[in-house]
């Protein structure tokens, strides 16, 4: 079975703080997202990466950056958090071009609380 | 632009009925569509997939169909049980993309 961990379930934090998100897959996926959701608004793509170093701008960036530096890991930064990114966080892995035809493998969520 | 639309009202039935949920679509011409569960506090669990050429896919309880005409999908539980409540997530797939465009989803509360 694929697995998908996060390392935290709850976090708070305070606003400016630095916030490192992590996530790491043991299935040797190639693609890794990051998504957040809100109640009402749904998965919204913050960013998404299809190879180790790559990185692409899913919908809603600003206020976020990435780094993958494994393949199996994918980390989340909030440089400066604010409260309005209050969410749940959630990863997501996936591989390329199998007959299930991209069924994303999602972690179980991070609960970010700023303050 | 874009859309995904699923029910934001809560489903509620009575156990052992049938659920169907409704994913709906426009400005979209997806080759793929997908269904997952959420439980509370938890992370989307994937269900079943449906080609665009595929009418219908079946899956122990679970039943989907994929309108292209209609530009629908509906989800069916058959004799659906208390473990069934939770919120059902479809997702659609251009051909040749890897980043599925996700519904807001719908939740389904099943009384015993």
């Known amino acids: 079975d694929v697995k998908v961990t996060q390392s935290s379930r709850y976090l708070v934090k305070r606003t400016g703080e630095k916030v490192f998100l992590e996530c790491v897959q043991d299935m040797d996926h190639e693609n890794m997202f990051w998504y957040r959701q809100d109640p009402g608004l749904g998965l919204r793509l913050i960013y998404f990466s299809y190879d180790v170093k790559m990185k692409e701008k899913g919908d809603i960036p600003e206020g976020y950056s990435v780094s993958r530096e494994k393949k199996e890991r994918f980390s989340l930064i909030l440089e400066s958090a604010s409260t309005n990114q209050t969410s749940m966080y959630l990863c997501a892995s996936s591989r390329p071009g199998t007959w299930q035809q991209e069924t994303q493998y999602f972690g179980p969520g991070t609960r970010l609380l700023v303050l | 632009s874009q859309k995904i639309e699923q029910n934001s009202e809560a489903l509620n039935i009575q156990e052992g009925k049938t659920a169907t949920l409704t994913c709906n679509y426009t400005?979209?011409?997806?080759?793929?569509l997908q269904w997952y569960r959420q439980d509370p506090g938890r992370g989307p669990v994937f269900l079943l997939l449906i080609r665009e050429n595929e009418k219908e896919k079946r899956k122990e309880r679970l039943k989907v169909t994929f309108d292209t005409t209609l530009k629908q999908s509906l989800f069916h539980i058959t004799a659906s049980q208390p473990a069934d409540s939770a919120t059902y997530l479809c997702a659609l797939l251009s051909g040749g993309s890897y980043i599925p465009t996700f519904g807001r989803g719908t939740s389904l509360i099943v009384h015993p």
């Open positions: 400005n979209y011409s997806p080759a793929y």
